[in-house]
């Protein structure tokens, strides 16, 4: 072990850590589950994400690499058992791989079940070897529709066959694969059957994503957004889907395709919300910790990170927000009411 990691396990902060024991919210639900954005940045403008001509953060107000290992280490001190990296693209951060080498100290003494990230596959040729190497055993992959013209219109900037070379690369490194699609009117709905075939048919989960009402992107979400509901009676006329009872930690309802054998998963803000169940908080690029995606309320951990080499003062922060984690979201999609919340989802992390 390096000396720069036995002193980041041996800091006075870790036994603070300790003494503060899990992350418990007031309605009783365990805090296991922690998502960082590392960066608000992507190389697509996705349709329901972003507008084409994005405004992104000056990166002096971007936590620093190794602060985020620090913020991320506190929560693992606390009771976190899983770590999502994700974005805006989180590939795109400089010297990211160093953060994933960083982060991996938590695998090998157990604290951590999992390290994983979201990523739109633009880069993944050329990590994939790295992040298994990190201990990085399953990724996210956004993938929204397999003809290229549909993928550049929905992306603007996107390349299909870059992303797909990329989940080959991955999967070649032996990092298993999940897919997630966003359901889109008009634009995917139609080969939704087909993305299950493909994906299900080379070895990778899929999971089916509604619209969220987050930021301005230019165009209306009521256009764009197809329940789930609608999707799966529709599969149900190609496939025979079964409930499961499997769960990776995350949103997702499974069910199992007896055609194909693979999972389903369906991620229902809007039809169905899976409050009730939610492990997990959301932490931004400059150190905003969001305790609900659908809700504004957040706390500032940059301020008491920055403030003291000891993180004393940042677990009493990171308890304070905890202790005021709402019920749920209140996500609704009409002309009437737009984005449910005007930050894009790149900022506060996928």
Not at 125 to 140: E, H, Q, T
Not at 145 to 168: E, H, N
Not at 227 to 242: G, I, K
């Amino acid at each position: 072990m390096s000396a720069v990691l036995r002193d980041l396990i041996d800091r006075p902060s870790v036994a603070a850590g300790r003494d503060a024991g899990p992350l418990v919210d007031t309605f009783g639900r365990a805090v296991t589950y922690l998502r960082v954005s590392v960066t608000d940045r992507c190389d697509f403008r996705c349709v329901y994400c972003m507008s084409e001509h994005m405004t992104f953060l000056p990166k002096p107000e971007l936590l620093s690499l190794e602060e985020l290992d620090r913020l991320c280490s506190a929560f693992v001190l606390r009771g976190v058992r899983r770590l999502r990296l994700t974005g805006g693209e989180p590939l795109v951060r400089r010297d990211v791989m160093t953060l994933f080498h960083s982060l991996s100290r938590h695998l090998e003494t157990g604290r951590l079940d999992e390290v994983t990230l979201t990523t739109n596959g633009s880069l993944l040729s050329r990590y994939a070897g790295d992040l298994a190497g990190c201990g990085v055993k399953r990724i996210n992959v956004s993938l929204d529709t397999l003809d290229p013209l549909k993928f550049r219109q929905v992306t603007r900037w996107g390349d299909l066959s870059r992303v797909l070379d990329g989940i080959q690369a991955a999967a070649s490194a032996g990092i298993k694969v999940k897919i997630n699609t966003v359901a889109l009117k008009g634009v995917n709905g139609d080969e939704i059957g087909d993305l299950v075939a493909w994906a299900h048919g080379a070895g990778y989960d899929l999971s089916l994503i509604e619209v969220m009402p987050l930021g301005e992107t230019g165009a209306e979400r009521v256009d764009q957004y197809l329940p789930l509901t609608d999707v799966r009676a529709r599969l149900e006329e190609r496939f025979t889907l079964s409930d499961i009872a499997y769960r990776t930690g995350g949103p997702a309802r499974y069910v199992e395709v007896k055609e194909t054998g693979g999972r389903l998963g369906f991620i229902t803000p809007l039809t169905h919300n899976f409050c009730e169940g939610c492990n997990r908080v959301r932490v931004t690029c400059t150190g905003t910790l969001y305790m609900c995606l659908g809700q504004e309320d957040a706390a500032d951990l940059r301020a008491p990170l920055r403030a003291s080499a000891s993180d004393a003062a940042l677990h009493a922060a990171i308890d304070a927000a905890i202790f005021r984690k709402p019920k749920g979201h209140d996500f609704v999609i009409d002309r009437a009411h737009g984005p449910a919340l005007h930050r894009h989802m790149s900022t506060t992390g996928g």
